[in-house]
């Protein structure tokens, strides 16, 4: 059985570590800072739909700890914004042996990230690059605490070859993905699953910063949407379908009451802890891709562009357009979406 290398203990990444050491699957978890050290000396408290538990991990904050192996496989959970660097970190150590693998850019690598841009950022570094399309209703907000509120499994996961393809050790990840208690499955066409989680992440991450009227916000949802739809539509991928998946996920849902609140995804946690948020690489992606294929995206660039600003000293509460809710810093929907159909009016003149 292969040995997972869990690079990130953020919600992802601590969870999935929760979930192989319940379930007996070889695993070490890497992070850094306040987060890791905490881990590796208390564990973490793992809040779940049937309950809260205490678990030890096994979790390194030193990579000297390890002496990698040609059954090790990496998994990199960090955000998008942090992946070059921690791909250039991995990929240079050796791994010991007569295998193949004579560092670790030898070795397969999975990575999970929202968006488009992880994988061809990996494979930069790595020759074997397999994406994932998760959906783990995941809170980190608490240092030492991880909520997952997925029920009954903590999350969906769709694992394949990148840039395509299917092949054994995908079959085999997904395999022990399932063994961990996830409803995990391999798929040859990654990017349309990968698509399809990104028009769900462009449609609500950052609107989560925002208030406003209820019908706005849905509004500029719907627009957000369209042109990542379009984009796509431009790119020639057509984005998966619930129904093409392989398992039966009728079943599944975020418990109520589990801890997981609607409009507190990844970017509302990240921000909330004061970390660095991936809004580039979500509504960020969706401008790129669109700029390179001839897509105007106006709504993804105008909220691109006002959270950058609200993220920075001084561009928060108590400025004109901003205020505070549970911790976190809000701009006003009306002119955001006043400024975005005015972009969207120049672009279509």
Known sequence: MKRYLIIG???????LAAQFELNGIPYRLFGRGEQIRHIQAHGIRYVRPEGTRSIRLQACVDRSE?????DDLLIFTTKTQDLELACADWAWLPVPGDGPARTASGLPVLTPQNGMAAERIALRWFRQVYGASVNTPARYTELGQIVVGGD?????????????GEDQLAAEIAADLCRAGYLAEAQPDILRWKA?????????NALDLFEGPAGLLQAYAAELAQEA??????MGIAPARAQERRQRVSHWGIAPGCGIEPGQQSTWQ??????SHEVDFLNGEIVLLGRLHGVATPFNQTIQQAIGQLCQPGGSAGDSQGGAHKGV????????FSSARELAASAGA
């Open 152 to 164: 009954p499994e903590p999350g969906l996961m769709v694992v394949g070859r990148y840039p395509q």
């Open 229 to 234: 739809i379009a984009v796509f539509g431009a």
């Open 66 to 70: 390890l002496v990698l192996t040609q």
């Open 9 to 15: 203990a953020g919600a992802i990444g601590a969870s």
């Open 329 to 336: 810093c809000l701009g006003r929907i009306e002119p955001l």
């Open 196 to 204: 399809a989680k990104l028009i769900n992440s462009v449609r609500n």
């Open 270 to 275: 990240s921000i909330a802890r004061g970390a």
